[in-house]
């Protein structure tokens, strides 16, 4: 019979292993779907995993790689820090367009000035429409304890009509002969977040999501506020006891997760996207969910992570194109790999004993 | 000696790091009160967790009534007449009390018999109490009785109490004691975990003294002194605390006319409490339970806040600032609840320490954290509290319950409070840290600090406290000097018996 016994103390040698663990059940479970699909599970785990890398093409997947994985760090160390405190954004994909909105929107109101000055206020603005947007659930909450789950999910959904409206009727290109989408900002250089070495795919989301990084690991270390972001998730009523003010943490950490969330929207519609259009979000604010997750809601932990889940996702590609795999089985794959990180996570506190049954 | 009920044969029960049961063996008579005496961590708890199918002795056997006896679960063990009343009472507070009950039982008759049968068990024993009301409305007394008739209910042979007067008043007690006596001329046995020992004096006939899970003696109460049962159940001559004679100073917390509401459903609501600290006193609260003392320190805490003047510092109202304002001041409070409210179990002692002494002890400068002070300051926690631990990176939930209080407590006194306030400060801790605790309280308001002690323990009050006063409802009685003070009065301003009687039988 299998038990469950609590350990003394968390492990750290299984905090550490559990995400490694977890990639290679992906990859031993996932071969077995892949086989099972009558493709050689070896091949396509290979083509998901190496061939982004060090593939014949990778020149080309490695830039996309940064590109990819940006905006993933970028919301997931924002939303870290509010699940740290227990604190659940999940609608950093409706800030996210709220923030490219914001950010586009000023770019293209200068339009077709050149000035030094325009990107610097499109981050700015990029940032301030997340944090505005993300701050509605954070409000709702202190002042009439609703949920923060439901609201911040349920505004993602109003900013996709909101960004509908806009790529339609306010934003949209009175050159575009019709068609829905604003100009295309990489054509408009005062507004465009260009390649800062060509060929790299390392634009300015790269830099900040590195940025971010490096303030919330300093933060969550070295800083009184991101200690109180972790007795209160480690202990809500000590904290209160220790001093922290509740409503002062959920609109610190809503506000934060969301203009970060608005940055990486700003630096994807004025970079690899280029345009305002009605199809512009891909999830992102979704999936950095569970790179939060999967990087053990630490910083590092979250650039390994959100570099390993673009890879999945250009390996998936890669594999839907020269394999024929279906989408939904890269998808069934990729959440795999979240269900076996959560359920490996059982062994950070518990230690599994084999036993007899005991005789009654 | 009469009739042997249950017969207990080398019980063995180890955990991973400890033997909680070494070879105990005793035998309990058919109507014998029998008590269990020992320390927290003695081994009481395992034992009779074995008794009642709980948990698996690893050896041993034990014998009901001459036939073998190995319950399996707590429900084979009710079929044999054993029943259990727990230390934390498992009621539902929304539902009535008849329903609380059906909830225990296996085939529950319908609401209105049961009601019937309900009543007529809680008449014959002096046990009254209305089946239809809420349990959240009951007192810790009357809750402890839905326990009982719960358990009378199946007619029990043997009936396990565990720790059943922490909750009472001295009069509620004596209700209790009365129906105990009378269940036990009715030939039920009883097994009575407690360490009071007076209590065990006036009830028990015969005596178990358990020390790190073995027997270390047996005795009858009765003819046997309070110290000699201590010192058998510490393994040690006791050192009661010094008393200094203190000078007092001006008054240094002030509570005036402070109300505040109920912060749940089923808290209590503070009314009107007056209370002025002096300067190198100790004033001690007692109560029931339940009756505001929760309340009281989340109020002078500054987690709950109430009006300015209400709490007064030093003369300076504070009824509006937070806990770390407060700290500042020097206004330090240690809770009752060590896991979760005073330390965060899953945090290191150092992260634990910079929990209430960050602004004391100058551990964050502009918001950044100084590790190494924070570092400091929990390993002289450590070592002045002597808190055996591996370190100050050990997780706080690692620590047992009177190393982690030693720890709590220690954490506010080293920060050399004008005011401290404690809530339970020997809750669960054996006998010499317990004490230990009570010396730094003493040692504590001799350098001048006005400490207020809230605790459920009247011994530890009447020993440490200058004056005492009383929590009964949410209201504070007038405090009154711990020298000459009567256990009748003190039961009395703990609120008498709340409106219960004794059996009329």
């Not at chain 1, 982004?52 to 924002?78: D, H, M, S």
């Not at chain 1, 709702?140 to 911040?152: A, C, D, H, P, Y």
């Not at chain 2, 329903?99 to 019937?116: K, Q, S, T, V, W």
């Not at chain 2, 020993?463 to 020298?483: H, K, M, Q, V, Y």
């Amino acid at each position: 019979m299998i038990r469950l016994e609590k350990r003394p103390q968390p492990s750290q040698a299984w905090s550490m292993a559990t995400p490694l663990v977890a990639v290679l059940a992906t990859m031993l479970f996932g071969g077995l779907l892949f086989g099972l699909l009558g493709t050689n599970p070896f091949l396509a785990i290979e083509t998901i995993f190496w061939e982004p890398l060090f593939g014949e093409f990778a020149f080309y997947y490695r830039p996309q790689l940064l590109v990819k994985g940006a905006p993933l760090v970028l919301i997931a160390i924002g939303l870290s820090l509010g699940f740290r405190a227990g604190i659940w954004n999940i609608g950093a994909e409706g800030q996210y367009i709220i923030g490219s909105l914001t950010g586009a929107g000023v770019g293209l109101a200068f339009y077709p000035l050149e000035a030094w000055y325009i990107f610097p206020l499109m981050v700015i603005a990029g940032a301030f429409g997340g944090w505005a947007w993300a701050t509605i659930p954070a409000i709702l909450k202190v002042r009439f304890g609703t949920n923060e789950i439901l609201v911040s999910l349920m505004l993602v959904y109003v900013a996709e009509q909101f960004l509908a409206s806009m790529s339609l009727g306010l934003l949209k290109n009175p050159e575009g002969f019709g068609f829905p989408g604003s100009r295309n900002l990489q054509q408009y250089a005062s507004a465009h977040n260009a390649e800062i070495v060509t060929g790299t795919g390392m634009h300015w989301g790269v830099v900040a999501a590195l940025i971010a990084v490096i303030f919330a690991y300093v933060l969550l270390n070295r800083h009184m506020l991101g200690f109180q972001i972790r007795l209160t998730g480690a202990a809500p009523r000590a904290a209160r006891f220790s001093g922290v003010r509740p409503a002062r943490l959920i609109l610190m950490c809503l506000g934060i997760s969301g203009a970060l969330a608005g940055l990486a929207g700003l630096f994807e519609v004025a970079g690899p996207a280029g345009q305002v259009s009605i199809d512009f979000n891909v999830g992102y604010g979704f999936t950095a969910i569970i790179v939060a997750f999967l990087g053990r809601l630490h910083p590092v932990g979250i650039l390994l992570a959100g570099a390993l889940m673009a890879l999945t996702y250009i390996g998936g590609e890669i594999a839907q194109g020269q394999l024929g795999l279906p989408a939904a089985a890269i998808q069934v794959f990729q959440g795999m790999l979240l269900f076996f990180l959560l359920a490996l996570d059982l062994l950070t506190n518990y230690r599994v004993a084999w036993r007899k049954p005991e005789v009654a | 000696m009469s009739q042997t009920l249950l017969n207990l044969n080398g019980l063995t029960k180890a955990y991973p790091g400890v033997v909680a049961n070494d070879d105990i063996s005793f035998r309990i008579g058919v109507g014998e009160v029998h008590a269990l005496l020992g320390e927290n961590g003695a081994g009481k708890s395992t034992l009779v967790k074995m008794i009642y199918g709980l948990v698996k002795p690893d050896s041993g056997t034990m014998e009901l009534r001459g036939a073998p006896y190995a319950p399996g679960e707590p429900r084979a063990a009710r079929a044999d007449g054993i029943a259990m009343v727990f230390q934390h009472f498992s009621l539902f507070d929304a539902l009535n009390v008849a329903e609380n009950i059906a909830l225990g039982m296996e085939n529950p008759p319908p609401m209105r018999d049961l009601a019937a049968r309900i009543r007529e068990v809680s008449e014959t024993y002096g046990l009254p109490l209305d089946p239809f009301r809420t349990v959240g409305d009951l007192s810790a007394g009357e809750r402890q009785r839905v326990e009982i008739i719960r358990c009378l209910l199946q007619d029990p042979k043997l009936l396990i109490m565990d720790e059943p007067t922490s909750v009472l008043t001295p009069q509620e007690v004596d209700i209790l004691f009365e129906t105990l006596r009378k269940l036990r001329d009715e030939g039920t046995a009883i097994l009575y975990i407690s360490h009071k020992l007076e209590e065990i004096r006036t009830l028990c006939d015969t005596a178990t003294i358990l020390r790190l899970g073995k027997v270390v003696g047996t005795c009858t109460p009765r003819e046997t002194t309070a110290r000699d049962m201590a010192e058998m159940m510490v393994g040690s001559t006791l050192q009661t605390p010094e008393r200094a004679g203190r000078a007092l100073g001006e008054v240094a917390l002030d509570i005036s006319g402070l109300s505040a509401p109920a912060p749940s459903a089923f808290g209590t609501a503070l009314k009107n409490v007056h209370l002025a600290v002096q300067q190198g006193e100790i004033v001690g609260i007692g109560g029931v339970a339940g009756n505001g003392q929760e309340e009281l320190l989340a109020v002078l805490s500054g987690e709950v806040l109430t009006e300015a003047g209400a709490v007064k510092l030093m003369g300076q109202p504070i009824g509006r600032l937070g806990p770390t304002a407060r700290r500042a001041l020097g206004l330090l409070t240690a809770p009752e609840e060590r896991l979760g409210h005073a330390a965060a179990p899953d945090m290191s002692l150092t992260e634990n320490a910079l929990l209430t002494g960050a602004v004391r002890e100058k551990l964050a400068h502009n918001g950044f954290l100084r590790w190494g002070a924070t570092r400091e300051f929990a390993e002289r926690i450590i070592a002045e509290f002597d808190v055996r631990t591996p370190g100050p990176e050990t997780a706080a939930r690692a620590l047992s319950g009177g190393n982690l209080q030693k720890f709590v407590i220690g954490r506010e006194v080293l920060q050399t409070p004008q005011v401290l306030v404690v809530n339970q400060p020997t809750w669960g801790v054996d006998a010499a840290a317990a004490a230990a605790i009570r010396q730094a309280l003493l040692d504590l308001a001799a350098g001048g600090t006005a400490v207020v002690c809230i605790s459920q323990d009247l011994d530890e009050l009447m020993e440490i406290a200058d004056r005492f006063a009383a929590l009964n409802e949410g209201r504070l009685s007038t405090p009154r000097p711990t020298a000459g003070l009567t256990v009748e009065e003190i039961g009395l301003m703990m609120g008498g018996a709340h409106g219960m009687e004794v059996a009329h039988v």
